[in-house]
């Protein structure tokens, strides 16, 4: 998604043409590509053809109202995550209320004061793109490591009815190139997403800087939603994201270290068999956990000093896959009476 915030396009729905004219001048200055309707009616006909990032929407209208065209907006699946805010000079707590209800993110009071108008457009404008992007770089990712993991259940299988061990350094050697860009990409966003977050948050402290006494619903609101709290959490989501996704950076950086594809396995390098064993130990970690058919095993490591060796790394690591495998398999069959088993390495 390359469109800045600057160039959204923005539905201001009135029916008054001085108020259409002020509103759509104020935000042409800003950078906003701006569309216009002056009834509810050809607000929904007109939006069916091109859906807009924001919608400003007249409360009191002929014929449908602004509550009536918000309802079917968020009616209807394709328009109801367009944020809509309410241009009212109703400001009664009840109108207010209702807008709320009926699924707006904020309101604008007449006659407008464009300084407020520019600072509410901006903040849910930034809001809605940060939404947009992060669902689409969720999809997106889950869609890819969905089909990954697919794919290593189904070599997984493939594995434990094959002894041909030759062809796991290929296959792992795959499989750590396809998690390398989407758990980058992930990782890059989350960086992007922690600067999102700084931004608006920042963004929001000025708002409650110079507008200090929000009308009661809001603050009401605010509270309802724990807004403190989701202040203080996100940035917190976001650390806990960046971990997650450095995690699996190591799980793929073992993948390659077992699979050796930066080696040419016809010649000898030199190597240290610890970060073999290591990789191997880390590949078949989901086998050292307990299920409802086996019991955890405990590795213990006992390494000695080993110097690094001139040997055939993707060749070792396949007799460590070997010797492990055999082990836990081994261990499995024993210990059905235990409360634990451990591995010595």
Do not use: W
Not at 9 to 22: C, F, Q, S, Y
Not at 45 to 66: C, H, N, R, T, V
Not at 219 to 248: C, G, Q, W, Y
Not at 288 to 296: D, H, I, V
Request: charge should be neutral.
């Amino acid at each position: 998604m390359t469109t800045t915030s600057s160039s959204a396009l923005i539905l201001v729905v009135d029916d008054t043409p001085a108020n259409l004219t002020i509103m759509v001048e104020t935000l042409i200055d800003e950078g906003y590509e701006v569309t216009t309707a002056i009834s509810g009616e050809r607000a929904l006909k007109q939006i069916s053809y091109e859906l807009p990032e924001l919608i400003l929407l007249d409360i009191q209208m002929p014929g449908m109202d602004g509550f009536e065209t918000c309802k079917k907006l968020k009616e209807n699946p394709e328009t109801k995550d367009i944020p809509v805010i309410f241009m009212t000079a109703m400001a009664d707590s009840e109108s207010i209320v209702k807008g709320f209800t009926l699924g707006a993110v904020d309101y604008i009071t007449k006659p407008f004061q464009v300084t407020e108008v520019l600072a509410r457009v901006k903040t849910h404008i930034n809001l809605q793109y940060l939404r947009k992007n992060l669902e689409h770089t969720i999809v997106k990712k889950t869609h890819e490591l969905d089909q990954i993991l697919n794919e290593l259940k189904k070599f997984q299988v493939k594995l434990i009815q094959s002894e041909k061990m030759s062809a796991l350094g290929e296959l792992i050697a795959g499989i750590a190139h396809e998690l390398n860009n989407p758990i980058g990409s992930i990782y890059s966003n989350t960086n992007h997403l922690e600067i999102y977050i700084k931004n608006i948050i920042h963004h929001l402290s000025l708002y409650q800087k110079y507008y200090p006494h929000p009308v009661s619903e809001i603050i009401e609101d605010a509270e309802k939603m724990d807004l403190d709290f989701i202040i203080h959490d996100l940035p917190n989501m976001v650390t806990s994201m960046k971990a997650a996704s450095e995690r699996i950076t190591i799980l793929s950086t073992s993948l390659r270290t077992f699979s050796r594809i930066e080696l040419n396995n016809k010649k000898k390098v030199t190597f240290h068999i610890h970060k073999s064993i290591n990789s191997t130990l880390l590949i078949l970690n989901h086998r050292l956990k307990a299920n409802q058919y086996r019991l955890r095993i405990k590795v213990v490591k006992n390494y000695g000093y080993i110097p690094h060796i001139e040997c055939f790394p993707g060749q070792l690591g396949q007799v460590f896959m070997n010797l492990i495998s055999n082990a836990i398999d081994a261990i499995n069959e024993l210990s059905h009476q235990k409360e634990f088993s451990q591995l010595k390495v």
